[in-house]
């Protein structure tokens, strides 16, 4: 790895950080050499090359920090492919690289670049790793210009979504989804000013008195020609086009009232809400949430916030002031698909969390898989010792029901329960719960008998 150097002075089209030819100067660049391999019968190819963390180092440590690792970024990828090869920087974390050799030879080039950046870059001497996510578009199959940089940088996008790095080829599918993706952004721009998003709840039991604990939030977006459309599917979109702060921000807004609606009809329910590390690590986000707990009167007890515990084990100096800001405050903090095991609890013990809930595969198959049942017990028995609730979400099956109520977790949430339902759907399904469901599950009493998990946590007070 090479040492971050100090940025050139500023020229025409060239940008000053990383030493490398701008977009407006790449573009011209580019239409030439599609032009020139088309006219000799030859193919080209255009690499579009993502520097993924590079975000979450400027949350932590600042912009100049993050910018002596692009930095350092630009210099690694220049003294590996040579000076002879057109690469310049296209967007903020984005570079382009032309390559006068067809597929085979991109390919390869980008699966060398990938295990480049595997190693440690070595930044002010320290060594971070900043994977890469690589697009390739071929000249001329794809086209030229803009429309060649568009459908590379798709591919690299295609990588992003997978959650892994690597690279990947345009082609039509890849086309598909980027247009669907830039329909649901362009649409859920104004999704809020529409109110064309709402809330359901999905209530929680207690597994010990079958007495509604808490609901969580899930937002929807229902609009006039998509139809209702799942968060699996605008949520990721919302996150990578800055999106998600405004989304998030009215569905904690809405929870909030409606859980002050709830407790003026006598009825105290905690409300969990999903915050996106996005949203979380931004350092007004408490006094935000301080301000809207005030607004709405509700206590601090009276929310839930969950997090990924991707977003939660981000060991940065932002999500650290964002749990001490929390804890401050009062509210409690749940891990959401939970599936670390003993070591991910140790990495969250000094954190206001106060719940685990384990993720959906796990508990599908806790009826028939050794594995999931033994990582269970070991995250309950773990979460005994530090005072946390257990949560088992996803449960379909009476058998995955009783299994999980049997190795000790405290809470239970799924389709079996009960699913995701209207506010006004909560109260009468809350005032008949405990004796419905013992009507439903008849064996449920001897399941319990043999597990009574303690310290279950029961509705906000």
């Not at 990383?18 to 032009?35: D, K, M, N, S």
């Not at 003026?264 to 707990?293: C, P, T, Y």
């Not at 990495?347 to 269970?376: G, N, W």
Request: charged letters at 20%.
């Amino acid at each position: 790895p090479v040492q971050a150097a100090a940025a050139p002075a500023a020229v025409s089209g060239v940008d000053a950080l990383a030493g490398l030819p701008t977009l407006e100067r790449f573009e011209p660049l580019l239409t030439e050499r599609v032009i020139a391999v088309e006219k000799a019968g030859r193919d080209g190819c255009l690499l579009v090359i993502g520097v993924d963390e590079l975000r979450l180092l400027r949350d932590a440590a600042g912009a100049p920090w993050a910018e002596r690792v692009l930095a350092a970024a630009a210099a690694n990828l220049r003294a590996e492919i040579g000076a002879s090869t057109p690469l310049a920087r296209i967007d903020a974390d984005v570079f382009g690289l032309w390559l006068d050799a067809p597929r085979e030879a991109g390919e390869k080039l980008a699966h060398r670049l990938v295990q480049l950046f595997d190693a440690p870059l070595t930044v002010d001497g320290h060594a971070l790793v900043v994977p890469l996510y690589i697009g390739l578009a071929l000249a001329p199959e794809h086209g030229g210009g803009p429309r060649l940089i568009s459908r590379a940088a798709a591919a690299m996008q295609s990588v992003r979504r997978s959650g892994g790095h690597g690279h990947a080829v345009f082609d039509s599918r890849i086309d598909a989804n980027h247009n669907e993706e830039l329909l649901i952004t362009r649409e859920l721009q104004h999704a809020v000013v529409k109110r064309q998003l709402e809330l359901f709840f999905q209530p929680r039991i207690d597994a010990t008195t079958l007495q509604i604990s808490a609901v969580e939030a899930l937002l929807r977006w229902r609009h006039p020609t998509l139809g209702l459309v799942s968060p699996a599917r605008f949520i990721p979109v919302a996150e990578r086009h800055g999106l998600i702060e405004t989304i998030g921000g009215w569905a904690l807004d809405a929870a909030l009232r409606q859980a002050a609606a709830w407790r003026a009809a006598g009825v105290k329910l905690r409300v969990a809400v999903n915050i996106s590390g996005v949203q979380f690590r931004r350092d007004d986000f408490a006094h935000r949430l301080e301000r809207g707990l005030k607004a709405h009167n509700v206590p601090a007890e009276g929310l839930l916030c969950e997090l990924t515990q991707t977003a939660a084990m981000e060991n940065t100096e932002a999500t650290r002031r964002a749990f001490e800001r929390l804890g401050r405050l009062g509210v409690e903090v749940s891990i959401d698909d939970f599936a670390a095991g003993d070591a991910g609890l140790a990495a969250l013990s000094h954190q206001p969390v106060r719940e685990l809930q384990i993720d959906r595969a796990t508990v599908a198959a806790l009826a028939r898989s050794h594995d999931a049942r033994a990582m269970v017990e070991s995250a309950v028995r773990a979460a005994r010792e530090l005072g946390l609730r257990v949560v088992a979400e996803g449960i379909e099956t009476e058998a995955q029901r009783d299994a999980a109520v049997r190795l000790g977790c405290h809470q239970l949430q799924g389709y079996l329960i009960a699913r995701p339902m209207s506010a006004r759907a909560v109260l009468l399904w809350a005032a008949n719960a405990a004796t419905t469901l013992a009507q439903s599950f008849p064996g449920l009493k001897d399941t319990l008998l043999i597990a009574a998990p303690p310290a279950a946590a029961g509705a906000a007070a």
